[in-house]
């Protein structure tokens, strides 16, 4: 199974600042089948990122993603007040298909 | 747009059978194209991928939960269930429906999710 790991588990920061989340893949993650979800408390998760850097459809373009093998990242360009959630890395190439434990950015 | 909602019982009893039925609406499920899928998240933690259901038939489960879980089809109910047998407290969680698009050229992450249904496993 590729294990995913994600860094940090909670990261503190005011609106308007930068959030760079980090997920790593314990093998490569073959043809970059990685996506991004976020979730926030008593909702389904929501796709925000697919093929490691092409963002969903009605996804703001403050969401991108990069990374390629087993190093991805998630980077929120401008905190706004409705990005405070958990997001989860998801590797969708190898079966079993995994998720990350998941990263908080919540308001500093 | 596609809409997916959860349905069954929130108690489920030790040792028995834990069914839930995904309900698809604004899309036809026997249309072929998707992978009906099942994930759960157990309170406070992360996502388990279950397994998933695609052309009417062909099926994939996680490893972990092979041996205990069936996922099926109902097209004239535009459906599709999970069953969960031998259940333990270690099965309780929210289980959540999803779809995503079958591989073609290329693979789609789940894109619709429905809201998620609690299911307690308890005496």
């Known amino acids: 199974d590729i294990v995913l790991t994600q860094s940090p588990g909670t990261l503190s920061l005011s609106p308007g600042e930068r959030a760079t989340l980090s997920c790593r893949a314990s093998?490569?993650?073959?043809?970059?089948?990685l996506a991004w979800y976020q979730q926030k408390r008593g909702q389904a998760p929501r796709l925000l990122i697919y093929g490691a850097s092409t963002r969903a459809t009605g996804i703001p373009d403050r969401f991108s993603g990069s990374g390629s093998g087993t190093d991805f990242t998630l980077t929120i360009s401008r905190l706004e007040p409705e990005d405070f959630a958990v997001y989860y890395c998801?590797?969708?190439?190898?079966?079993?298909?995994?998720f990350g434990p998941g990263t908080k950015v919540d308001i500093k | 747009q596609v809409q997916l909602q959860e349905s069954g019982p929130g108690l489920v009893k030790p040792s028995q059978t834990l069914s839930l039925t995904c309900t698809v609406s604004g899309g036809s499920i026997s249309g072929g194209g998707y992978y009906w899928t099942w994930i759960r998240q157990h309170p406070g933690k992360g996502l388990e991928w279950i397994g998933y259901?695609?052309?009417?038939?062909?099926?994939h489960y996680s490893p972990s939960l092979k041996s205990r879980v069936t996922i099926s089809v109902d097209t004239s109910k535009n459906q599709f269930s999970l069953r969960l047998s031998s259940v333990t407290a270690a099965d309780t969680a929210v289980y959540y429906c999803?779809?995503?698009?079958?591989?073609?050229?290329?693979?789609?992450?789940?894109?619709?999710w429905g809201q998620g249904t609690l299911v307690t496993v308890s005496s």
């Open positions: 998801h590797q969708y190439s190898s079966s079993p298909f995994t």
């Open positions: 999803a779809r995503a698009p079958v591989c073609a050229n290329d693979c789609y992450p789940l894109d619709f």
């Open positions: 093998q490569s993650v073959g043809s970059s089948y």
């Open positions: 259901i695609y052309d009417s038939g062909s099926r």
